[in-house]
């Protein structure tokens, strides 16, 4: 059995359009989505279709769980560009229709498959944050409640993760369409998009990491091309990846 493990797209069509291309090319058996499909990007109506029309699991993130929620103001916490992030977030919300906010109530929690479980921030909090950090006895909390199943895959924190425990492993395939990182004092986002393939071998997980470039120009045409607010500081904020 093969799986192909992706999420964290946030609205960005070229991403996900680019990461779907590969992994139709490594013909997985089972698809399984970590949710963040449609706040923050230029195309999140489209996003949200073109998950919606593969048919597999799609888990239900934070971001789609707010975007069902009544707009809040800002609440500031002293950090880089809150102003511009909650305004595009808006916006990205705005632009769904009764029919998209029919998909997002779909999602659920978690999804588990054979000897997997995945999730977005955890199984408990779909903000939590499970990395290299997190202390082994929240994990072990964790663990006791949702189930002691060989694999774990989280999304959230859009950066991969293979963390090896006491007999299981903690996975994070990266981000879809929005992969981060610092370059000097400032963080960029970067123009290519990650996921996860897991392959059955004697009784274990083959775990594969798959980073696919796209063309970082129309991911700013799309941008600059829409009405969304902040559209030149979003654009600038993209690299090579």
Known sequence: MRLAIFGD???NLPALTAALADIDAHSPDVLVCLGDVAMDGA???ECL???AALDCPVVRGNADRETLEAPRPLKTRGLPDEQEIHDVGQWSAAQLTGAEH???RTLVPTVALDD???FHGSPEKDDEVLDAATPAERLQELRAGYGQQSIWIGGHTHQPLLRT???WRLLNPGSVGLPFE????RYVNLAHAEYLLLDRVDQSWSVTFRRVAYDLATLKGGILGSDMPHARWLADEW???
């Open 9 to 11: 797209v946030h609205g």
């Open 102 to 104: 029919d998909i997002l």
């Open 239 to 241: 690299v090579e990846g």
């Open 116 to 118: 997997l479980l995945c």
């Open 182 to 185: 610092k370059r000097g004092e």
């Open 165 to 167: 425990l006491d007999g």
């Open 49 to 51: 279709q073109l998950v």
């Open 43 to 45: 195309w999140p109506r």
